[in-house]
């Protein structure tokens, strides 16, 4: 009669075993999608406080013909605040990606920017020797995609030959 209670003893730990071993992967899994779900809404938040509008003016001359370089203004008009040298914008000019070494930006709306913060308008310059694209020669349309953060925003515009 002794060998029952001991019998059922030793299935009660063993259930307690499983049982904390289930609880330790099930709040390790918890843990992550709850960390993944948090890194989430960051991105989002900061995709949604970002907002970028390119102000130059497509029939004022931003292609510089003798420095063969395109120069365009772009204002934040978001919350989120950027790096002011243009670092976090990605170009793509004529349907070819622009390396970052192919582009210089600086706030000119404040002197000694720290960062390009809402309503300030970042100069950012393309050098298109870089990027082996000459906008005299071929085709007179042009265009510049611009994203930052997920923010895209697209500029259209044309050189006279």
């Not at 970028?52 to 120069?71: A, L």
């Not at 978001?78 to 192919?102: E, H, K, N």
């Not at 298109?128 to 994203?147: E, I, K, M, Q």
Request: glycine residues 12%; hydrophobic residues 40%; proline residues 3%.
């Amino acid at each position: 009669m002794a060998s029952v209670p001991v019998s059922h003893l030793i299935l009660f730990v063993a259930s307690l075993v499983i049982a904390a071993g289930v609880v330790g992967t099930v709040t390790t899994g918890v843990d992550r999608v709850s960390s993944a779900v948090e890194d989430g809404s960051l991105d989002a938040t900061q995709q949604l406080r970002t907002d970028v509008t390119v102000i130059s003016d497509p029939n004022g001359g931003v292609y510089n013909g003798t420095e063969n370089n395109v120069t365009l203004l772009v204002k934040n008009t978001g919350t989120q605040r950027l790096a002011p040298d243009g670092s976090g914008v990605d170009v793509v000019f004529d349907g070819q990606y622009v390396r970052p070494d192919a582009t210089t930006g600086e706030v000119v709306s404040v002197d000694g920017a720290t960062a390009w913060s809402r309503g300030d308008v970042l100069r950012l310059t393309i050098d298109l020797d870089v990027v082996g694209v000459d906008p005299a020669g071929g085709t007179s349309d042009h265009r510049v995609y611009l994203t930052v953060n997920g923010d895209e925003e697209l500029f259209r515009f044309r050189v006279e030959a």
